[in-house]
Nanobody, 125 residues
Framework: VQLQASGGGLVQPGGSPRLSCAAS????????MGWFRQSPGKDREFVAA????????YYRDSVKGRFTISLNKAANTVYLQMNSLKPEDTAVYYC???????????????????WGQGTQVTVSS
C-alpha cells in the first residue's frame, strides 16, 4: 500500500494551495482518510479526515472554514484544499488511511494503518 502526498511548497500568507494524496495497493472502502501535520518541535496533529464510505468530514477547530478535505474515489485520491493560509500552518503535511473508530479520529496515535511520506508547506512572505 502506498500513499503519495504532493502539492506542498512555499506559499505566501493568504495563499490557497491544494494537497493531494494518491492511494494505491488496496481498496479503501470502510477506511477513513486523513491529513495530519507536524511542525519542528511539536507533536503531529490532526488536521482533517473524511470517511471513504459516506464522505463525512472532520476538522480541527483552527482550520474549520479555511480547509476542505475531499475524495475522488475513481482516482483513489484525497485532497486538502487550504485557503487563507497563515504562518502557523507551516508544517510537514502527512496523509493517512485507517479504519480508525470515530471517537479516535483526531488522535494521531490511533491511526495504525498507512501513512504517506509527507509534503512540506511553508507559509511565508
Amino acid at each position: 500500500v502506498q500513499l503519495q502526498a504532493s502539492g506542498g511548497g512555499l506559499v505566501q500568507p493568504g495563499g490557497s494551495p491544494r494537497l493531494s494524496c494518491a492511494a494505491s495497493g488496496r481498496t479503501f472502502g470502510g477506511y477513513t482518510m486523513g491529513w495530519f501535520r507536524q511542525s519542528p518541535g511539536k507533536d503531529r496533529e490532526f488536521v482533517a479526515a473524511i470517511k471513504w464510505n459516506g464522505g463525512h468530514t472532520y476538522y480541527r477547530d483552527s482550520v474549520k472554514g479555511r480547509f476542505t478535505i475531499s475524495l475522488n474515489k475513481a482516482a483513489n485520491t484525497v485532497y486538502l484544499q487550504m485557503n487563507s493560509l497563515k504562518p502557523e500552518d507551516t508544517a510537514v503535511y502527512y496523509c493517512a488511511a485507517d479504519n480508525v473508530i470515530q471517537s479516535s479520529i483526531a488522535t494521531p496515535a490511533a491511526w495504525n494503518g498507512y501513512w504517506g511520506q509527507g509534503t512540506q508547506v511553508t507559509v511565508s512572505s
